[in-house]
T-cell receptor, first 110, second 115 residues
Framework: GQQLNQSPQSMFIQEGEDVSMNCTSS?????WLWYKQDPGEGPVLLIA?????ELTSNGRLTAQFGITRKDSFLNISASIPSDVGIYFC??????????FGTGTSLTVIP | EPEVTQTPSHQVTQMGQEVILRCVPI?????FYWYRQILGQKVEFLVS????????KSEIFDDQFSVERPDGSNFTLKIRSTKLEDSAMYFC?????????????FGPGTRLTVL
């Protein structure tokens, strides 16, 4: 299957700090998505990206679809305790099959 | 707000037994999916389903797996003869359309434990 590598694997930050994480792949994807997963729950879509170079915001979240279509980053500004969770990127090659990344675990220290 | 629901939340079974995981997708959605997440690992696509047939499946979705929409509301995943390595969270998802712009909404998952 396709490999999507996320970095960092985990982050421990102070409340109020900005966060940046990214996702890379050896394959070119048509769509990139960012999901957040809280413990014991299913992933929830945060941001979807459809065009190379696209920069999209959703509140304090900003994500960009890399020009090469092989990478994406997610930034969270002014982190708050409820940002805690695991963030997954997901890429779509064709059809409706998405490949998920390895995840970045975020811990926000109040 | 409409949501995807899944039952049971936790299923414990003996190796070799059959299990059926149930999902009720969002009512006006036409595309349905199953994903698997082994503890501590990434979410993996298993299968997508549209118009009463499988539209895509991954290499994980072998002959021991099957999906069905037995009625107008339920979508099920059957694992015929469970193995220890089938222990995982299984997520159902649904979307209105099947294109990249169609958001897939995930259910809360069923934790399957195979002993």
């Amino acid at each position: 299957g396709q490999q999507l590598n996320q970095s960092p694997q985990s982050m421990f930050i102070q409340e109020g700090e900005d966060v940046s994480m990214n996702c890379t792949s050896s394959s070119i994807f048509n769509t990139w998505l960012w999901y957040k997963q809280d413990p014991g729950e299913g992933p929830v879509l945060l941001i979807a990206l459809y065009k190379a170079g696209e920069l999209t915001s959703n509140g304090r979240l900003t994500a960009q679809f890399g020009i090469t279509r092989k990478d994406s980053f997610l930034n969270i500004s002014a982190s708050i305790p409820s940002d805690v969770g695991i963030y997954f990127c997901a890429g779509q090659l064709w059809g409706n099959q998405f490949y998920f990344g390895t995840g970045t675990s975020l811990t926000v220290i109040p | 707000e409409p949501e995807v629901t899944q039952t049971p939340s936790h299923q414990v079974t003996q190796m070799g037994q059959e299990v059926i995981l149930r999902c009720v997708p969002i009512s006006n959605h036409l595309y349905f999916y199953w994903y698997r997440q082994i503890l501590g690992q990434k979410v993996e696509f298993l299968v997508s389903f549209y118009n009463n047939e499988i539209s895509e499946k991954s290499e994980i979705f072998d002959d021991q797996f099957s999906v069905e929409r037995p009625d107008g509301s339920n979508f099920t995943l059957k694992i015929r003869s469970t193995k220890l390595e089938d222990s995982a969270m299984y997520f159902c998802a649904s979307s209105e359309g099947g294109g990249p712009a169609d958001t897939q909404y995930f259910g809360p998952g069923t934790r399957l434990t195979v002993l």
